[in-house]
């Protein structure tokens, strides 16, 4: 196999991508990684991409940064600046101000939230089989 391009992607991003592919062709790790992000993904590709845009605007954000604000979904200045801690830039209030604002567009209620990470329950064992052991 031989990469071509590579290109940074949120969650709801990569949601699409293996959504769109045939579950046969899937890997195992692909399988897990679909799995996982139909339960933690909270955003739809939709909300995304519009952000996304929004926040290319504000100067100063490179591509890795946004994903990882849409990833992450900030509430408080705080949590802004924790993302950035590690990055040779420091954004300004008024970024940050701009960033928390496209992000409260974006963000889904609290109770969705709650609702969609509820595990999923595992498949029962037939009492027959338990009566065997």
């Known amino acids: ?3 071509l391009e590579t290109k940074t992607a949120t ?5 699409d991508i293996l959504k769109n592919e045939n579950e046969e062709n899937l890997g195992y790790e692909q399988k897990i990684t679909l799995e996982y992000l139909h339960r933690h993904t909270l955003l ?3 909300d995304v991409v519009s952000a996304r845009e929004a926040l290319e605007k504000i100067e100063g954000l490179k591509e890795h940064q946004i994903t990882a604000l849409l990833d992450l979904l900030p509430e408080k200045e705080d949590d802004v600046k924790i993302i950035f801690m590690k990055e040779r830039i420091t954004l300004e209030a008024a970024q ?3 960033v928390l604002e496209v992000i409260d567009k974006i963000r889904p209620d609290k109770k969705k939230i709650k ?3 509820t595990p999923i329950k595992k498949k029962e064992e037939p009492k027959e089989a338990e009566e065997e052991k």
């Open 115 to 117: 609702a969609k990470r």
């Open 44 to 46: 739809s590709k939709k």
């Open 11 to 15: 969650m709801a991003e990569a949601l």
């Open 96 to 98: 940050i101000k701009k």
């Open 1 to 3: 196999m031989k990469i």
